[in-house]
């Protein structure tokens, strides 16, 4: 995929913003219900990106020779934005304030990811795991094994283990410090729709965010080398618990043999009836009751990277999340370039003043962020991104502005062997 370098000065100003923090919403839609008993978006929504995406419905511009949007599409929200330059092809309640499932972990590996580094080890105990929600989705933490924290990412990611995600954060300070920081970071992004009460995206009362806020994690954390690499992984080894041998020469000795984990992102993997997409490259799904299906994909077609996300579709249909993303990747490689943007991903606060700090933390850096690929231990399709040293050092000297270019390196896909 080609890329261009430059990244214009302009006097480009923050469009509109109709929240200036964030707004603590309940969990449940504020809009009531439609005829046929299905919750309704509210009348008027955020305006962070554009007046369009704060208005109920379904926003699109078709210039001649666009493809119409899809006809199966059933979700209460969903956007499809250009990765790179930010812009929204098109939208559909993209501000609707509703439960996250655990698409909300783009968030917390995007705040605590950079903290600790891969190789750094962590022997679990009892407290590290309290307060996991009743019917989690794990990954196997054990109390009392060491796992490194490359272990407890490929948990978090691949099996979205929430257990994981509880011992990441107790080395972060605990939960409580967690919501605090990933809030911080939420409104960093200015992802205003969000409210944060669990690190997981476990179903909590007045823990929201939007399929807007969800394509600002997204886009963000791939700028992180480890977030990339993880977020791409299919299939993994994970520790298993220590055991004593019983039988053989080694018997009273002690064991600790791996297991394989795979990514539930069935565009990623397939599976169950599903086909890998072409050219996907992660992100995140999620699944919660009061939450349904959440996903958000990012995938790479003659070099034009595209960010989808879906909440909550309704259909009906065999893994509705992925089919709909699919077809929303679809429409959206076809439309690029003939359609009119309906709005844009927002520059994070600090890149939008030219003072500095607009990569995001873990972004700039040089060598460290400029490839990608699998260490050994990950096994199945993975994903390389490579940004040029001149492309991240105008982005860490804060020359990154709205509705200019954010590149996102090249994706290139490994399948499995």
Not at 166 to 181: C, E, F, P, R
Not at 309 to 329: C, F, I, K
């Amino acid at each position: 995929m080609s890329k261009k370098t430059a990244v214009l000065l302009a006097t480009a100003t923050l469009l509109s913003l109709s929240t200036a923090a964030p707004a603590f919403a309940d969990d449940k839609p504020g809009g009531g219900a439609d005829e046929t008993g299905k919750p309704k978006p509210p009348a008027s929504m955020s305006t962070v990106g554009g007046a369009r995406l704060g208005k109920p419905g379904t926003q699109v511009d078709l210039r001649g020779g666009a493809p119409v949007l899809p006809k199966k599409l059933s979700a209460r929200s969903w956007m499809v934005s250009d990765a790179e330059t930010g812009e929204v092809l098109a939208a559909h309640n993209p501000h609707w304030r509703l439960a996250p499932a655990s698409t909300l972990k783009m968030l917390f590996a995007d705040t605590v990811l950079p903290k600790f580094p891969k190789t750094q080890k962590h022997k679990v105990e009892l407290k590290d795991m309290e307060g996991i929600g009743a019917g989690s989705s794990l990954v196997g933490v054990k109390e009392n094994e060491t796992y490194s924290v490359h272990d407890l990412w490929l948990g978090v990611f691949l099996r979205s283990g929430n257990d994981a995600v509880h011992v990441l954060s107790s080395m972060n300070g605990g939960v409580a410090q967690t919501v605090k920081d990933m809030q911080a970071h939420a409104e960093e992004l200015q992802a205003l729709d969000t409210n944060v009460v669990t690190p997981d995206g476990y179903d909590e009362k007045g823990q929201v965010s939007s399929a807007y806020d969800l394509t600002l994690f997204a886009r963000s954390g791939l700028q992180k080398k480890d977030f990339r690499e993880y977020c791409s992984t299919a299939t993994a080894k994970f520790p298993g618990q220590t055991e004593k041998i019983k039988k053989g020469k080694n018997k009273g000795k002690t064991k600790r043999d791996p297991f394989e984990i795979q990514n539930t992102n069935r565009l990623l993997t397939g599976d169950l009836g599903m086909e890998p997409y072409k050219g996907i490259a992660g992100v995140k799904n999620g699944s919660t009751t009061n939450a349904g299906n959440t996903f958000t994909g990012v995938a790479e077609r003659d070099g034009k990277v595209l960010l989808v996300t879906v909440m909550n579709p309704d259909s009906g249909e065999d893994h509705a999340v992925y089919r709909e993303t699919a077809r929303l990747l679809d429409w959206g490689f076809a439309a690029s370039g003939k359609v009119k943007p309906v709005g844009e991903l927002v520059a994070p606060k600090g890149a939008s003043t030219g003072s500095g700090k607009g990569a995001p933390k873990g972004q700039a850096g040089g060598a460290e962020n400029a490839a990608s690929s699998s260490d050994g231990k990950s096994g199945g399709m993975g994903v390389a991104l490579g940004v040029t040293a001149g492309v991240l050092a105008l982005i860490a000297g804060g020359l990154f502005l709205l509705n200019r270019r954010w590149p996102l390196p090249d994706l290139v896909r490994r399948r499995r062997s």
